[in-house]
T-cell receptor
Framework: EAGVTQFPSHSVIEKGQTVTLRCDPI?????LYWYRRVMGKEIKFLLH????????ESGMPNNRFLAERTGGTYSTLKVQPAELEDSGVYFC???????????????FGPGTRLTVT | AQKVTQAQTEISVVEKEDVTLDCVYE???????LFWYKQPPSGELVFLIR??????QNEISGRYSWNFQKSTSSFNFTITASQVVDSAVYFC??????????????FGAGTRLAVHP
């Protein structure tokens, strides 16, 4: 079974440019999550999809970030326009099922390292 | 507020030594989940264990063991007879409960473990 995949693995862009990150979850996983780790700090939650619906986007930093999951399969996270403080590693994770308690473990991808210069 | 503290930033040991990684958490919820993830040099977060708040039994899996103590809000991780392949960053995480959202993971800052031959 393929794990969570993310593309690209690295991205270097200039301030003001746009970048789109892609995540392909494990097949059959309804839940998809985005997290990011900025400058060696804690990994912070960004948002959670259940299928194609945003269940929780409380961690999205501002309106320069747009996440989509059309068709409930892969997801994209667009940053437009990128700022220096957006640099970090963006992780995607997926988990099975739809439960209130969040019992299922989240499986993480390798992350996309974003550098904004 | 929910918080996870991993006070040890870096630990260095010699192969075959035992090592304990500390994790202290804060939450007001009575139902919650605790996790440990390993991040090897390849970058992905590898799920190690999930423990719910009602199960305080210690768990052993090969050379890995976990000690969950609600009285001290701790969920420590011990590696027995460490090996070079154990070198990685280890993250402790808490699932948000009613207050934070069950599906949202709150991570500690991570502990970098270096095991030397």
């Amino acid at each position: 079974e393929a794990g969570v995949t993310q593309f690209p693995s690295h991205s270097v862009i200039e301030k003001g440019q746009t970048v789109t990150l892609r995540c392909d979850p494990i097949s059959g996983h309804d839940n998809l999550y985005w997290y990011r780790r900025v400058m060696g700090k804690e990994i912070k939650f960004l948002l959670h999809f259940v299928k194609e619906s945003k269940q929780d986007e409380s961690g999205m930093p501002n309106n320069r970030f747009l996440a989509e999951r059309t068709g409930g399969t892969y997801s994209t996270l667009k940053v437009q326009p990128a700022e220096l403080e957006d640099s970090g590693v963006y992780f995607c994770a997926s988990s099975q099922g739809i439960r209130r308690e969040g019992l299922n473990e989240q499986y993480f991808g390798p992350g996309t390292r974003l550098t904004v210069t | 507020a929910q918080k996870v503290t991993q006070a040890q930033t870096e630990i260095s040991v010699v192969e075959k030594e035992d090592v304990t990684l500390d994790c202290v958490y804060e939450t007001r919820d009575t139902t919650y989940y605790l996790f440990w993830y390993k991040q090897p040099p390849s970058g992905e977060l590898v799920f190690l264990i999930r423990r719910n708040s009602f199960d305080e039994q210690n768990e052993i899996s090969g050379r890995y063991s976990w000690n969950f103590q609600k009285s001290t809000s701790s969920f420590n991780f011990t590696i027995t007879a460490s090996q070079v392949v154990d070198s990685a960053v280890y993250f402790c995480a808490l699932s948000g409960g009613v207050s934070g959202g069950y599906n949202k993971l709150i991570f500690g800052a991570g502990t970098r473990l270096a095991v030397h031959p």
